[in-house]
């Protein structure tokens, strides 16, 4: 099922969303792998007051669904499991974790649970929540072929990963300052592709669980050059672990902001890896619009200032977004030095 040219939510858009509509619509989220969608929906319940009865996909067969049957007056009766139908009838929240990798049998012992919140002859009670959750096809997950006819009984809700609401939870949940430096200096760290083969790649939640191993490791007196990359390229890309690692090593706390280096372009690191990484928070700061604040003369001033390889690293693809800001003298020496045409 692909997510190409449909509407996405953030964490916390699909957080009001539950909140508003989980206790009449049943709700399915998707998204890459290591988003968060299971903590906003455990997120979401606490805030309302509800427990949280979990099934995973993978894990249940169609009888957990639909309960055993057992004779009663010469018919039979299916009784369904305690974790959906409790003995006290108070709502929950019932969350049906790695949706779509269940099998098509347990899929369709779904089908009146979501459009009907029953089952069998039980109906849950009123209020309760039904919010499903799991990844996408192209997430290359443990993921099956949804029918048409269930998807028709669900909200779909596309998710994706936002840097400012993940930053501002990091922030409240203890994540390392240099981990939100980083997110923040190189907002494309958070949240890449999920590659053709099975190694790390960085996610929110991956970022989240290097925070906590390199707390443990410090805790324990062992974190060095050596456990910090073997903990990053165990958790995270290989590019950004590379990056993160440099920059964690050469103290990102005293990285300037991006309004001294532009006025001042003799204080740029010498690092390479730092180096490296302030030039990319300039290209980010490009594509967000952040230099359109700078005149002319100043942005070229800096381009000038620089030699030549680190200015090339800027233009390089970004040629039309520089030159919509008025740098034409950077740019037209910087096709002189690549022509050889003379002034």
């Not at 004779?71 to 929240?93: D, G, H, Q, T």
């Not at 002319?296 to 030699?307: Q, S």
């Amino acid at each position: 099922m692909s997510t190409i040219n449909e509407e996405t939510v953030t964490l916390n858009e699909a957080k009001a969303l539950i909140r508003e509509l989980a206790s009449k619509e049943s709700l399915l989220l998707l998204s890459a792998p290591g988003v968060g969608k299971s903590d906003i929906v455990r997120q979401a319940a606490a805030e309302a007051g509800l427990p949280v009865r979990s099934l995973l996909g993978t894990q249940i067969a169609p009888e957990d669904v639909s309960g055993i049957p057992r004779i009663i007056n010469e018919r039979s009766v299916f009784c369904p499991p305690r974790i959906l139908l409790p003995e006290e009838p108070e709502p929950f929240c019932l969350f049906l974790d790695e949706f779509p990798a269940a099998s098509p049998d347990v899929q369709k012992a779904l089908y009146a649970l979501l459009l009907e919140r029953r089952l069998g002859e039980h109906t849950l009670p009123e209020g309760t929540w039904v919010v499903a959750a799991g990844n996408r096809q192209e997430d290359r997950a443990l993921v099956r072929q949804m029918s048409s006819a269930l998807v028709n009984r669900t909200f779909l809700l596309h998710i994706r990963a936002d840097v400012k609401e993940w930053l501002t939870w990091a922030g409240q949940n203890n994540v390392r300052r240099e981990i939100i430096a980083f997110v923040a200096f190189m907002p494309e760290v958070l949240m890449r592709p999920v590659p053709a083969s099975p190694v790390p790649f960085s996610t929110p939640r991956a970022w989240a669980s290097l925070s906590q191993a390199l707390d443990l490791v410090e805790k324990g007196g062992i974190l060095d050059r050596t456990t910090r990359r073997a903990l990053a390229f165990g958790r995270v890309s290989p590019e950004d672990a590379a990056v993160f690692c440099a920059v964690a090593e050469e103290n990102i706390d005293n990285v300037l902001s991006l309004e001294e280096y532009i006025n001042q372009p003799e204080l740029l690191p010498e690092d390479p890896a730092t180096l490296w990484f302030v030039l990319c928070r300039i290209k980010n700061a490009l594509a967000n619009g952040v230099l359109n604040a700078y005149p002319p003369e100043r942005l070229n001033a800096f381009l000038m200032a620089l030699p030549r390889e680190h200015r090339f690293a800027l233009l390089t693809g970004k040629v039309y977004q520089w030159g919509e800001l008025g740098v034409e003298e950077a740019l037209f020496e910087s096709l002189r030095e690549v022509t050889g045409l003379p002034d």
